[in-house]
């Protein structure tokens, strides 16, 4: 089976650099996954990790690292907007072809 | 906009009520899926659909009844839920399953049972 661990809350102030971390317990998987929730709304796909490595999108980026079954989305130069619930899945590569979701780290953004 | 859209967005019903939950989607999708999502929990998967077809059941309760007349709309039928069962319903959809990573949103239903 699959589970995802992450944080329940960060908080940190506009402009900084924040890092929401996801470790996870998988038998095997094709990739991590980062989705955005603001209150209310859809949850939106942010980034995809295949491989080890960073992949950088804009502001936000995303790291995966298979042997220490751990991964990270980085988010700099934060805006207020960035606040919102950030979750980490995973794709597994047998059985099931579903994503697997944590729990959801909330982030607030202080002025 | 993402391209998903769910009706109602807010349903209040009774423990012995029907209703139906919908979903359209209009990205040319071929999968389409049902979460549950409750409060400080992961989103649960419930249902799966690739092209019209159910290939994923994740023990859901027979209260719950999918369906997928055709590759654009999915449905979720409700009868005699429980308290338990009050939560945001999402619906999702993908290029296929090959492309399960990146999956689009609805905005939600938010169902309370009374």
């Known amino acids: 089976g699959q589970s995802l661990e992450q944080p329940s809350e960060v908080t940190a102030v506009e402009g900084a650099i924040v890092q929401i971390n996801c470790t996870y317990q998988?038998?095997?998987?094709?990739?991590l996954s980062w989705y955005q929730q603001h209150d209310g709304g859809a949850p939106t796909f942010l980034s995809y990790?295949?491989?080890?490595g960073l992949e950088e999108t804009g502001r936000f980026s995303s790291f995966l690292s298979r042997s220490d079954s751990y991964g990270y989305l980085l988010l700099q130069e934060l805006q207020m907007k960035d606040s919102a619930s950030y979750f980490c899945?995973?794709?597994?590569?047998?059985?099931?072809?579903?994503?697997?979701f944590g729990s959801g780290t909330r982030l607030q953004v202080q002025p | 906009e993402t391209g998903v859209t769910q009706t109602p967005r807010h349903l209040v019903m009774g423990m012995t009520n029907k209703k139906s939950l919908k979903c359209e989607q209009h990205?040319?999708?071929?999968?389409m899926y049902w979460y549950k999502q409750s409060a400080k929990k992961p989103l649960e998967l419930m249902f799966v659909?690739?092209?019209?077809?159910?290939?994923e059941n994740n023990s859901v309760p027979s209260r719950f009844s999918p369906e997928c007349p055709n590759s654009s709309h999915l449905f979720l039928h409700l009868h005699t839920l429980q308290p338990e069962d009050s939560a945001l319903y999402l619906c999702?959809?993908?290029?296929?399953?090959?492309?399960?990573?990146?999956?689009?949103f609805g905005p939600g239903t938010r169902l309370t049972v009374l």
């Open positions: 659909y690739s092209l019209e077809e159910r290939v």
């Open positions: 999702a959809s993908s290029h296929g399953r090959d492309s399960t990573f990146e999956q689009f």
């Open positions: 998988t038998s095997g998987f094709y990739g």
């Open positions: 990205l040319g999708h071929n999968a």
């Open positions: 899945a995973v794709l597994p590569d047998t059985g099931r072809r579903a994503l697997t």
């Open positions: 990790n295949a491989l080890d």
